[in-house]
């Protein structure tokens, strides 16, 4: 149990899982929270009151997971949900995102921040199209770590010549996806092994319980601590006496190291200045890293606002209004095509743009590019070339999660209909 | 002193929570934080004015008041909105019933909580706000979980779950019609345990009620609830003198308060770490009814 201060000392991990129906994430998670005591007894009464219902002989944990009403009608998940828990080393959020090829934006969606992706197969079935769909979308919204948790053992015999097998055969497909880290752990979710506690019944597999492994991944390199990104999030003017002149630019580093003292660039207009001192309410800090939200003042008096972007002058982002991009395509209500108009807010910047082109629409299973595809459809994933009104400040998605995203809104509804992954300038 | 650049995880929440609250101010043309003087909105609070700081908050405050709270979070309330030279604007239930918009519920078990919602949106039609900071966390309820940071509201302050815009990395989309508002809801990712953990760190204050006093209650279905002007004892409950606090903030005829000790925050955080129950378990009569009334409440505007 933790004690007052530990947590001074606690990491932020983010996480995605996904997996087929019936696979057993939600009996996975349910463990998670169980073992690791985040479920309350309230909680636990009220699933061991609904399995009852159900006529399960067993405590079904899937049921801490389970969400709103339409959802528990159909008996299935539809929706991104989020859950919480922790170690005396870390807490987690968990993006709990269903598996069938319908909500592929959900998963995306829950992708798009987490630091490690969480991948169930059941272990008698092996890795599926479904499972490679899943890998494929991790790797395409840049997740840094993976983990494929071999689950059901239990009804392999604990065997670990078919364990094997399955490694074998994700490896070999996953050779052509860009995962950096990738691993594997054999798992029964319904009893527990190799859950939190290192299991007993498949002695041939030496390696960590999956909450061990998932405390123990380092994710303090996955940032992009190189190239300095400052995107103007709200100017702070106080009118107040004690802070006449006071002029700061509040926002989250997105990528670098700034220090007061740095040389920097304001993009578009390209003044060059020197940042006079980093704010916080705490009071002025050494240094600026990312996710941190933070307040700058610069030496000269330049005209900066909102959507405007502080780098450094030996080390700028793109700046363009041609752009190419991977994106999946998230509403019904119409498809993405060539010529459509839609706006797009890239950091903290908005402007209007223009679908220029469909290179092509990938075939999420067979990764097959179909170069004659002329939409994409709710849930299908492509390559596509932008034109914007207004220049924007970007690098590539694969350098930089935070300038290298974007989302399409739909102007006339307002909706959020496109996630966007940025792979260059048009034509670079 | 040395550079780190690892942050803690309160660090990260806290970065942020930050980063929503000023999307949010910048991106709405009027915002409105509201206040309970409960923990999470003090929570809230203190990030908003650390958001914005050295100026002061960019928008008013608003305290939904039943008049069934208790005098103490009152208190509380005009005291730290004034410290920090915010606007409090008080949408008053009594009012509500006294000009005969809405009807009060009778009876010994008569609740003010789902009038609040009615005075709410009122509230927010009247006075145009199109953005509505909340207090609400992930973790509280399952319908919670699926909640977005940024929740859009139709022009009848509805929330719609089957339709909720996809949310991507740290990109709010607040755009949203004349009419129609967005809830945002800057403590999405925090547990109550990181609540507890910051408001001890960075020594936010409390309402009292939160800490150990001896108070006059009487147990209704498996609470200990306080007697007050608001809610007395039926014949059958006995009134005793107890030793409590409380786990969460709301109306004194539907919170309930548990026997405790625990008289600082180091003691609170110890306590919750050892609970078995959930804070709305614990401590909100009005959310035992049925397992989906959160989600009803929601749809129909409630926070
Ligand atoms: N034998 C066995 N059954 C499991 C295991 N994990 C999950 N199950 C069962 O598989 C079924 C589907 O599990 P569930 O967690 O609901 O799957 P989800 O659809 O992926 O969330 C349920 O009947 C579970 O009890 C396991 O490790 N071993």
Redesign the pocket.
């Known amino acids: 149990m933790t004690t007052a201060t530990d947590h001074r000392s606690m990491e932020l991990v983010r996480m995605a899982t996904t ?10 998670i349910g463990r998670l929270l169980y073992d690791s005591k985040q479920i309350f007894q309230d909680q636990m009464d009220a699933i061991e009151e609904a399995s009852r219902r159900r006529g399960t002989d067993y405590v ?1 944990l ?1 049921l801490l997971t389970d969400g709103l009403r339409a959802e528990r009608e159909q008996g ?2 539809i929706d991104v949900a989020y859950r919480y828990f922790a170690t005396p080393k870390r807490k987690f959020v968990l993006a709990d995102t269903p ?1 069938h090829i319908q909500y592929t934006r959900n998963m995306v969606t829950g992708a798009s921040t987490a630091d490690i992706a969480l991948i ?1 197969v059941d272990a008698r079935h092996g890795v599926l199209e479904q499972t490679r769909r899943h890998s494929f979308l991790a790797s395409l919204l840049g997740v840094p770590h993976l983990v494929l948790c071999v ?5 392999v015999g604990w065997d670990e010549e078919r364990y094997n097998e399955i490694v074998a055969d994700f490896r070999s497909f996953a050779s052509r996806l860009e995962i950096h880290d990738l691993r594997f752990v054999p ?5 527990g092994d190799n859950i939190v506690d290192e299991s007993a019944r498949m002695p041939w597999y030496t390696g960590p319980s999956v909450l061990h492994l998932l405390e123990d991944i380092h994710i303090g390199s996955d940032r992009n601590l190189i190239d300095c990104r400052f995107p103007v999030q709200y100017v702070i003017r106080p009118h107040l006496k004690e802070y006449q002149d006071y002029r700061g630019y509040a926002g989250t580093v997105s990528g670098g190291v700034f220090k007061p003292g740095d040389e920097v660039v304001v993009l578009p207009s390209g003044f060059e200045s020197r940042i006079a001192s980093i704010d916080t309410y705490e009071g002025e800090v050494e240094a600026a890293v990312p996710p941190m939200a933070v307040t700058m003042r610069l030496a000269d008096d330049i005209d900066i606002g909102r959507g405007d972007m502080i780098s450094r002058p030996n080390n700028r982002p793109q700046v363009g209004q041609d752009i190419d991009a991977m994106v999946c395509w998230m509403t019904e209500s119409r498809a993405l095509r060539p010529g459509m108009k839609l706006a797009i807010k890239h950091t903290t910047r908005w402007a209007k743009t223009v679908v220029k082109d469909l290179q092509y629409r990938l075939d999420i299973n067979s990764l097959h590019r179909d170069e004659s595809a002329e939409s994409l459809d709710l849930n299908e994933i492509g390559r596509i070339s932008l034109r914007t009104t207004q220049p924007l400040f970007f690098d590539d998605y694969r350098r930089n999660r935070h300038t290298g995203s974007f989302i399409l809104v739909d102007e006339t509804t307002n909706n959020t209909v496109a996630a966007g992954m940025i792979t260059g300038a048009t034509g670079s | 002193m040395a550079i780190t650049y690892d942050l803690t995880h309160l660090r990260a929440l806290e970065s942020e929570s930050i980063h929503i609250i000023r999307e949010a101010a910048a991106e709405s043309e009027r915002p409105v934080l509201l206040f309970s003087g409960g923990k999470d909105s003090a929570l809230v609070l203190h990030l908003a004015v650390k958001a914005f700081h050295p100026a002061r908050l960019p928008f008013p405050v608003m305290h939904v008041d039943t008049g069934h709270n208790f005098p103490e979070v009152i208190e509380f309330r005009d005291r730290v909105i004034s410290g920090i030279g915010a606007e409090l604007i008080v949408a008053s239930v009594q009012e509500a019933i006294d000009e005969g918009h809405v009807t009060e519920e009778t009876g010994p078990r008569a609740s003010r909580n789902r009038l609040q919602t009615d005075s709410l949106v009122r509230a927010i039609e009247r006075l145009g706000f199109d953005a509505v900071f909340g207090g609400a966390r992930r973790d509280e309820e399952k319908a919670r979980a699926k909640e977005r940071v940024f929740s859009f509201r139709d022009e009848f302050s509805q929330w719609d779950p089957k339709n909720q815009r996809p949310e991507l990395w740290n990109i709010f989309n607040a755009r949203h019609n004349r009419g129609e508002h967005v809830r945002v809801f800057p403590i999405s990712n925090w547990t109550e345990m990181d609540v507890w953990q910051y408001v001890m760190d960075e020594e936010i204050e409390l309402p009292s009620v939160y800490f150990t006093h001896r108070r006059k209650v009487f147990l209704r279905d498996g609470m200990l609830m306080a007697e007050s002007a608001f809610l007395s004892a039926m014949d059958h409950e006995e009134v005793f003198e107890a030793t409590v606090r409380f786990r969460t903030v709301g109306d004194m005829t539907c919170t309930g308060a548990f026997e405790s000790t625990a008289a600082t925050l180091a003691e609170v955080i110890a306590e919750v770490s050892a609970t078995r129950i959930t804070e709305r378990g614990a401590s909100r009569a009005d959310d035992r009814t049925a397992e989906a009334a959160m989600e009803d409440r929601k749809r129909e505007g409630y926070f």
């Open positions: 997996g087929s129906v019936d696979d057993g994430k939600s009996t996975l079904d899937a299935i998940t598996g169930l689950n059901k053992m239990d009804l798992v029964s979710a319904l009893e």
